[in-house]
């Protein structure tokens, strides 16, 4: 036995044991946390045509020494801990046997984005973090991350690729259902208690580590389009509220938070140097390590360095500022930047190259795979937490006072704008519309045609615009305004048959026409059917606070500054805004 894989000894001491034995090539894979897929069965993948990804299971693991991958798609709990064996022990076969750290995108709620969360599927459902910040409890946010590590740590996820704890200050984002709002001081209360609930008192065999982003807060992108595309590279602060964004951050540090992500965006018109954050050494360096004191693992967002496929899609390197470097260049910039991870990028014979040519020193990648190794070490992925229990995994993902706890956080977050005759009583004749029927059968008598009905619920979302691109449809993005084929029907229900309207709020939606002649108006953040119709006919309490204000009109959101929240001239309901009923 090696010190290395000595339990009883120190960390440090095994960390320094197992880096020296490391070569070059086995220190460069340490510094890639790409994606995998899985297949239904739970088998790693070995073959690619068809898959969304260009390399297989094997060439990652065996060929290219990477051991930090985030997983792709929604799977039973059982077969995915089976999967995580799996690879568990294809890394262990290797010639130092260094384990796998699992990370995933947010799994608990209703959104389903590659690129961004997944629909709970399995798991228990909650409200997105939009609903978490309308109730305000950071108690609920405790055992909600709780509930989180718990059903992470029986399939393997070992680290949370969230919270994403970036301000909703432009209206337009598409990125604000995964945010706690436009509020800096109930966010940073918020993270502090999901970070403790994710990691615990403090990190180890027990927790999730939690990879907040995206710093220094992602929220005042210009025009409100996202970074993920060029259209969306610029992060703009016309209102001087850097600083306001960054306390978030400042709290989730205070946590302990385990690992930081560095948005996209690229500053434009600050004293930063116009590159993106994860390249950006006045921010890294500067910034989160030597201003803010953070000591933890630095991962950048997916798919800086070179060009990549996303559902066949071409799409060019997210290296905003820095396009005419090489990709051998971006890498180095970054590194030189602070950065200690390249998330969505497995290439690690650039890393080889650079310190081969003397770009980088060895003694810096050392640096950033220290950190890494410690927190396998930690974490007890060298020993007691390496493999996972299959049975206890189906037993524990999505258990049922996991999900009632998300089902009564559902309807704890649902936000009553105007509530006209709430809470319902009786049976009545219901007309509903994005509903199940079979479910409003349990509330009333369902009918076909809104003239038979006494009252119609109908729910909606937040409008966007439709872009060109399978991957970019996602985002949802553009116009918060209901177009006008789409609001003159809503308008002909409500004149027809007094109504109730939930709109589901991934973002501001404009919706001025609708509150004027709703019969009741409800916002959610991700909330079943049951959920709503509970709160409709008084059968449970809704608490929600608008976690941002609702925008008169579109003129409005394009004169506010996107960096300052709650900006908009006038709007429907404020920040805050929520009736008990």
Sequence with gaps: MHPYQDPSRPVDERVEDLLARMTLEEKAGQLFHTMLVMNADGSPVTETDGGPLALTTPQLVEDR??????????????????WHNALQEMAAGTRLG??????????HAFTDNIGASFHSGAFSAWPEALGLAAIGDPELVLDFADTVRREYLAVGFRTALHPQIDLATEPRWSRQSGTFGSDAKLTGELVRAYVRGLQGPELGPDSVAAMVKHFPGGGPQKDGEDPHFPHGKEQVYPGGMREHHLEPFRAAIAAGCSQMMPYYGQPVGTDWEEVGFGFNKGVITGLLREELGFTGIVCTDWGLLREHSVFGEAHEARAWGVEHLSVAERAAKALDAGADQFGGEGCPEVVVELVGTGRISEERIDASVRRL???KFVLGLFDERRYVDPDEAAETVGRADFAAAGAAAQRRSLTVLTDGPLPLSGRPRLYVENVDPAVAAAYGEVVADPAAAELAVLRLRTPYEERPGLFESFFHSGSLAFGEEELAGVLTLLRTVPTVVCVNL????????????????????????????????????????????????????????????????????????????
Excluded at 67 to 80: C, D, I, K, P, V
Excluded at 98 to 107: E, G, Y
């Design 65 to 82: 020494r990477l051991t930090h991958f985030n997983l792709l798609g929604t799977h039973g709990a059982r077969e995915t801990a089976l």
């Design 98 to 107: 260094i384990p796998v750290s699992l990370s995933t995108d947010p799994r």
């Design 373 to 375: 190794l410690r927190e």
């Design 506 to 581: 991934e973002r501001p939606a404009v919706l001025p026409e609708i509150a004027a002649h709703a019969a009741a108006l409800i916002a959610d953040y991700g909330a079943s059917d049951e959920a709503l119709l509970d709160v409709a006919f008084g059968r449970a309490k809704p608490e929600g606070r608008l976690p941002f204000e609702l925008p008169r009109s579109m003129a409005a959101v394009a004169a506010s500054r996107p960096d300052v929240p709650n900006d908009t001239v006038d709007p429907v309901f404020a920040h805050g805004h929520g009736l008990e009923i």
